[in-house]
């Protein structure tokens, strides 16, 4: 090391008792490691800077062993995904000295295949739990099978805020109000329980959490690297784990308030079997008439129930069967230009879950799945007044998607390079419905059972180049084949992280993504919620494409509470769909007919620091996207920025207990408005004259002018500010632990999530307009509540 710039990494007990006589001259540095090493027991292999001595003769002579386990909760047994594995050599006493790792999977498992026999120190860490270290000794004559439980440590987080990781390493806030990926609206993202994809999960556009925190074990975002196994929307990820119940105890909890209530009991059953159940009902709607004086008020309500339950089979093997049904319904009737619109909506989803866990050996683990999906969706407008129509006019929806899927995968821990995870999906999907022109604002549409088989493959190598070095090479290759003709794609996945010490990381990635599957989206009414249908790709309606690259750095600080990340990104995107019509054509019954296809860019950068545990916990995030979308249809072909572009978007949250019975917090978010610019320019128009009606959703045309298209932009996402704050306070009643809670918050949209305004059209197919005002921002409105677990 004096003459060569390099560092000499070995063993004490592979050099102990040997010495070497050598010289050279002007040689290189493997010809003086050749002469320095001939005649030993001793090989060298060169890992970038460093120069790594092993012991021939000794790793020949032994045969290795492979360590594996499960890492769970103590309090309830549950699995602990993610927690970090480190394996030293307990002849290496200092705490950075170089050891083997790995992080556990997403079911808790861990492996260290090909060790050596001796006496290690293995150390355990996971956020919100006690580190665990054990001394270990590792025999030559059998694979160990070493299960380790974590004890949690006071971790102080909020219910509206769940808690997971965004990429490889950096996490994120909660699930609130839809998620916006990166200038994508909530309706592209995919969402997960348990594995199975839920279509339209979210409760009054966001406002109430998705799903009931008491159900959920662990939550991935991700919005940068896409691991090979996820597939099908240029959005981001959230996959969201349901728990497995207590295994100690039989318990619950039970609570009521202003907005709704909820029940929910967990426990042990006869042969290692556990139960979930939850149940939630909210009722915002029971305090509008408190705070609305005239008009009539939107009825609105929504009910979510989830049940789960686990057999363990052996001590490495497990069989779940977990359940979920969701709904949310609205009515409204509003007034205006001598008509009435009465409103009558429902939609809501269904899933069930059985899934296979086993560990086949020390460095492999199976797992396997089949489930069940449908969404309904039934909107129901009835106009009165028009003499034309005596009785009024009808003008019902509906829509449905049934999903059956069979997946397979297996995760094989090669060796301490090398782990391999490879898997196979197949999904039927069923679709049909009936769409009137109100609701699709473009041409009625009749979907009559259709149907599609997707069927996906895909493999990943994790692989450790050098110590601090690890890469995920993986690719994901689909196939979907329906009525509407045959695609097929291969996305390749790749990630990079570097450790650059104990605690700096540096990381990027680069992520292919096609989307076939596609949500409808255009610029009428429901422009964020709720989601209307979905449509296979055809010929015209090719599958999206998108291309996302990603480079970020983190810095740890103590025992990894505070967490610094900054991160910028940029996503290109192909076959991007909008639909225009001419309204002085003949109505058109095919959306194909109707779809065109643009491009689109979105880049930016996000900051964001992160205390995770502790009295005092919480997060300071900001992100900066650019986003733009082209068209040929539109606006002369040049490009404009979409309307679910956020701009700017801060987000602060705050949880502090100054003592254990009580806990104050804050949530602040706040999202520029779409950028201003030309009215003419954002709204496309080619012409202007008495028939322009960019805000009906249609483009006219008559003699004499010009092809006028539609403001794709008529009804922007407005800025968004959000504040919540909250205290709770624990106690006693009855001699169980209580929790008392006020939370006030505002948000657009909280009780009554349309607003509408009723008004005579000028365009000359349609007799009316319906127009979604930009919803006013509420005071601050109390939120009281009390908990009972038992």
């Not at 949690?152 to 769940?162: A, F, K, N, Q």
């Not at 008004?759 to 197919?765: A, F, L, M, P, T």
Request: net charge negative; glycine share 10%.
């Amino acid at each position: 090391m004096k003459w060569f710039p390099v560092f000499i990494v070995y063993l004490d007990r592979d050099v102990e008792g040997k010495s070497v006589t050598a010289s050279c001259a002007d040689c290189r540095i493997e010809e003086a490691l050749d002469r320095v090493l001939a005649g030993t027991s001793l090989s060298w292999s060169r890992q970038g800077n460093q120069v790594v001595l092993r012991g021939r003769e000794a790793r020949a002579s032994r045969p290795l062993s492979a360590l594996s386990g499960i890492v769970t909760d103590s309090l309830t047994g549950e699995s602990v995904p993610g927690a970090v594995i480190i394996l030293r050599d307990s002849a290496l006493r200092e705490p950075g000295a170089a050891g083997r790792w790995c992080p556990a999977n997403e079911y808790g498992f861990y492996a260290l295949p090909r060790l050596s026999p001796g006496t290690y120190m293995l150390t355990v860490r996971a956020i919100g739990y006690e580190n665990a270290s054990l001394p270990l000794v590792v025999s030559a004559d059998r694979a160990i099978r070493f299960d380790v439980v974590l004890r949690p440590r006071d971790i102080t987080l909020e219910e509206i805020t769940v808690e997971g990781e965004r990429t490889v390493i950096a996490s994120s806030g909660g699930i609130a109000r839809g998620v916006y990926i990166r200038s994508t609206p909530s309706d592209r993202n995919n969402y997960l329980l348990d594995g199975a994809r839920i279509y339209n999960p979210s409760h009054f556009g966001g406002v109430l959490s998705t799903f009931s925190g008491e159900t959920l074990d662990d939550v991935q975002v991700v919005v940068g690297e896409l691991s090979p196994w996820y597939g099908g929307d240029v959005g981001g990820i959230l996959d969201l784990s349901v728990r497995q119940g207590n295994l100690e105890r039989l318990a619950g909890s039970a609570g009521t308030g202003t907005m709704g209530s909820h029940v929910s009991l967990e426990g042990p059953l006869p042969g290692g079997t556990t139960f979930l159940a939850s149940f939630r009902r909210s009722y915002p709607d029971a305090a509008i008439p408190f705070l609305k004086n005239g008009g009539t008020p939107g009825r609105l309500g929504s009910y979510e129930a989830i049940a789960k339950l686990t057999r363990r089979i052996s001590s490495g093997s497990s069989v779940s069967l977990c359940g979920y049904a969701g709904g949310d319904s609205y009515t409204n009737s509003v007034e205006g230009a001598g008509e009435e619109l009465s409103n009558d909506f429902a939609w809501g989803n269904r899933m069930i879950n059985l899934r296979w866990l086993d560990i086949a050996s020390p460095s492999t683990f199976l797992y396997a799945s089949a489930d069940y999906t449908r969404y309904d969706l039934r909107l129901g407008q009835t106009l009165a007044g028009d003499p034309q129509y005596r009785g009024g006019i009808s003008l019902p929806s509906w829509f449905t998607i049934e999903d059956i899927g069979v997946r397979a995968g297996a995760e094989h821990y090669y060796d301490e390079e090398h782990t391999l995870r490879a898997g196979v999906g197949l999904t039927r999907h069923r679709l049909a419905g009936s769409l009137s022109a109100f609701a699709t604002q473009v041409a009625p549409l009749e979907m009559r059972s259709a149907s599609a088989w997707e069927s996906s493959v895909y493999l990943q190598d994790q692989w450790l180049i050098l110590p601090q070095v690890t890469a995920r090479l993986g690719a994901r290759a689909t196939s979907f084949a329906g009525d509407g003709g045959t695609y097929s794609a291969v996305d390749p996945r790749f990630s990079l992280l570097v450790e650059a010490g104990e605690q700096t990381s540096l990381y990027t990635s680069l992520t292919a993504i096609n989307e076939f599957m596609h949500p409808y989206r255009n610029s009428g009414l429901f422009i964020y919620y709720p989601g209307i249908f979905w449509y296979p790709p055809t010929d015209q309606a090719r599958p999206s494409t998108s291309l996302q690259a990603t480079l970020g750095l983190e810095e740890r600080f103590g025992r990894d509470d505070v967490v610094g990340s900054a991160e910028v990104f940029y996503r290109s995107m192909h076959n991007l769909h909008e639909f225009v019509i001419d309204s002085a054509a003949a109505p058109r019954t095919d959306l194909n007919g109707a779809v065109i296809l643009g491009t689109g860019t979105a880049y930016g950068a996000e900051l964001s620091v992160r205390k995770r545990s502790g009295n005092l916990a919480g997060s300071l995030t900001y992100s900066l996207t650019w986003g733009s979308q082209r068209f040929a249809e539109l606006n002369a072909g040049e490009p404009f920025v979409p309307r679910f572009d956020r701009r700017h978007e801060l987000q602060i949250e705050i949880s502090w207990a100054p003592d254990e019975h009580l806990t104050l917090g804050a949530l602040c978010v706040l999202a520029s408005h779409l950028p201003q610019s030309n009215p003419e320019k954002i709204t496309g128009l080619r012409s202007t004259g008495p028939l322009s009606t960019p805000d009906t959703g249609y483009a006219t045309s008559s003699s004499g002018r010009g092809l006028e298209i539609i403001d794709v932009n008529g009804n922007r996402i407005p800025g968004f500010q959000r504040l919540e704050l909250s205290v709770a306070r624990s106690l006693s009643l009855w001699g169980l632990p209580c929790r008392v809670s006020l939370r006030m918050l505002n948000g657009y949209g909280l009780l009554d999530p349309f607003v509408w305004t009723l008004r005579g059209s000028r365009d000359i197919r349609s007799k009316w307009d319906i127009m979604l005002e930009e919803p006013a921002l509420f005071p601050l409105y109390p939120l009281i509540g009390l908990t009972v677990r038992f």
